[in-house]
């Protein structure tokens, strides 16, 4: 019987060991960044239907939010609307800037905003 509690106590301080000597995997969080040419998707949640909110062919700026609690904006491009995908999503294609997910396009007059939603890899 002591010999089976020795052989117990050696394996549970190998897989003890083996679990320590393990170091732990670090997260990579991709961030999907939209350039000159990539079509992305708008949604606007507004009252209104998209059509009524953007015109084709319409050039938007966008902006992203930074600072502490997002108090702050900088445009970091401009879109072109190019379709209406369903009443309250839009189709664009970036005609300028870098453009991330969660940038918020906003007309001219602060009115009508979007929001961007870039099509995942597989979706393009």
Known sequence: MSRVKQLVMVITVISLLACVA???QQCVKATIVAKTGDIIHLFDG???MAKEEFCLSEIIPVY???GWRYK???EVGKIKITGYVGDHYLEGIVIEGNIKDDDVAM??????TSIIMLPEPGEK
Do not use: D, I, L, Q
């Not at 007309?107 to 009508?112: A, F, I, Q, R, V």
């Open 22 to 24: 393990v170091p732990p």
């Open 46 to 48: 507004a009252k209104n």
């Open 64 to 66: 992203r939010y930074f």
């Open 107 to 112: 007309k001219p007059n602060g009115e009508s």
């Open 72 to 74: 702050c904006a900088g």
